[in-house]
C-alpha cells in the first residue's frame, strides 16, 4: 500500500494492524498516526484499549496525542513536558481491538482480554527491534506487561535488549478525575518524570527542568485555596437582586472537595436536622469525612439520619414516610 498510513515510518506498525484486523475479521484496530517514528522509536507508549476518539464511529482511525479526548490530550502534554519528540515513541495498546460500543461505552477489560494482548504485543516488539523502554499507563497496560513476562518470547527480548518497563497512571479523564488538584499534578509529574528518566537512560535529551516544571504546573494547575468562611459571611451584606451570582461566583471559585463538603454541610442541617459538625479524621464516625474522595453510599446516610435523630429528644417518627418532608 501507499497511503498515508503505510510510508516507511509506520509501515510495519500498520502493515501489523491490517494483520490484526485480517485474523478477527469484523474487528476494528486503529492505526499509529503518521506522526510518530514507529520505526526508530525507543520509547513503546502503552495504554489500555482504543477509545472512541480513535476507533469509534467519529473517530479519526489513529493511535494519536491529536485525537479529541483527555486522554491523548493529557498524554501530549506528558510528551510536551517531558520534551519527548514523536521521533522517539510510539504508542499502542494492552488490548488493541475497539471494543467500548460493543460494551455501551464501557472500557474495563476481563482478564481473557488482557491475556489477549499480551501475544499482539510481544509480536509489536519484534517488530520494532530498537524499542528499549515501555511506559505502561494504568492498570490494564501493566497487567497485560506482567503477563507478557511470564512468556519465553518476552523475557528474549528483555536479555536482548535490556528492555525496562515502568509502570504510570493512565492518562484519562476517569484516571484524573476523581484526584484533588494537588493529587492530579503529583500524577502528572510522575508520568513527564518516566519519560525523562527513560529518554535520560537511552541518550535522548530531555526539557530541561525549570521549563519541565512550569509545563507540569500549567497542565495540572493548583488553584489557591477560596476562603470559603469569609466569602460566606460576606454574602450576608450582599444586596438581594445580586445574591444570585454572588453564589454562583463562590461555588465556581471553590475546589471540588469545598462544594462537597459544604454539601454535605447543608444536607446534615437540612435532612438530619442537626448542628454542622466539624469534618472527622475518622471516617468511621463521619460517614462524609471522606466525601471529597469518594461517593457517600446510601446506606451511610440513612444509618446517620437514624443515628443522629435517635439523639434528640425531639425527634421525629422515623417510622412516619413524612417524619423529614
Known amino acids: 500500500m501507499s497511503d498515508r498510513f503505510h510510508v516507511p515510518r509506520v509501515q510495519a506498525v500498520n502493515d501489523?494492524?491490517?494483520?490484526?484486523?485480517?485474523?478477527?475479521?469484523?474487528?476494528?484496530?486503529?492505526?499509529?498516526?503518521?506522526?510518530?517514528?514507529?520505526?526508530?522509536?525507543?520509547?513503546?507508549?502503552?495504554?489500555?484499549?482504543?477509545?472512541?476518539?480513535?476507533?469509534?464511529?467519529?473517530?479519526?482511525?489513529?493511535?494519536?496525542?491529536?485525537?479529541?479526548?483527555?486522554?491523548?490530550?493529557?498524554?501530549g502534554r506528558a510528551f510536551d513536558a517531558a520534551g519527548l519528540t514523536f521521533d522517539d515513541v510510539c504508542p499502542w495498546n494492552g488490548f488493541p481491538w475497539y471494543q467500548h460500543e460493543d460494551k455501551g461505552g464501557d472500557n474495563s477489560l476481563s482478564a481473557a482480554q488482557r491475556e489477549e494482548g499480551v501475544d499482539p504485543l510481544i509480536r509489536l516488539l519484534e517488530l520494532h527491534p530498537r524499542i528499549r523502554w515501555v511506559v505502561a499507563h494504568g492498570g490494564n497496560a501493566s497487567d497485560v506487561v506482567r503477563r507478557a513476562r511470564k512468556r519465553p518470547a518476552f523475557q528474549q527480548l528483555v536479555e536482548a535488549r535490556d528492555l525496562r518497563v515502568v509502570e504510570v497512571r493512565h492518562t484519562s479523564a476517569r484516571a484524573f478525575g476523581s484526584l484533588n488538584p494537588e493529587r492530579r499534578q503529583a500524577e502528572f509529574r510522575r508520568i513527564v518524570d518516566a519519560y525523562v528518566n527513560a529518554m535520560v537512560a537511552l541518550g535522548i535529551t530531555p526539557r530541561p527542568e525549570p521549563e519541565r516544571e512550569q509545563l507540569i504546573q500549567a497542565s495540572e494547575p493548583i488553584r489557591a485555596r477560596v476562603d470559603v468562611e469569609a466569602r460566606l459571611d460576606a454574602l450576608r451584606e450582599v444586596e438581594a437582586g445580586e445574591l444570585d451570582a454572588e453564589i454562583r461566583a463562590l461555588v465556581k471559585a471553590m475546589a471540588p472537595r469545598e462544594r462537597t463538603q459544604l454539601l454535605a454541610q447543608l444536607i446534615r442541617e437540612r435532612v438530619v436536622g442537626v448542628d454542622p459538625i466539624v469534618e472527622s479524621e475518622d471516617p468511621d464516625r463521619d460517614p462524609f469525612a471522606a466525601a471529597g474522595r469518594e461517593e457517600v453510599e446510601a446506606d451511610d446516610l440513612s444509618a446517620l439520619r437514624w443515628r443522629r435523630a435517635s439523639e434528640r429528644s425531639d425527634a421525629p417518627n422515623l417510622m412516619d414516610p413524612h417524619a423529614l418532608d
Open 16 to 75: 501489523f494492524v491490517d494483520e490484526l484486523r485480517a485474523e478477527r475479521p469484523g474487528t476494528t484496530v486503529p492505526y499509529v498516526d503518521p506522526i510518530y517514528d514507529a520505526s526508530g522509536a525507543a520509547i513503546l507508549s502503552l495504554l489500555s484499549d482504543p477509545g472512541p476518539m480513535a476507533s469509534g464511529r467519529a473517530g479519526s482511525g489513529v493511535l494519536s496525542v491529536r485525537n479529541d479526548d483527555e486522554s491523548a490530550r493529557r498524554l
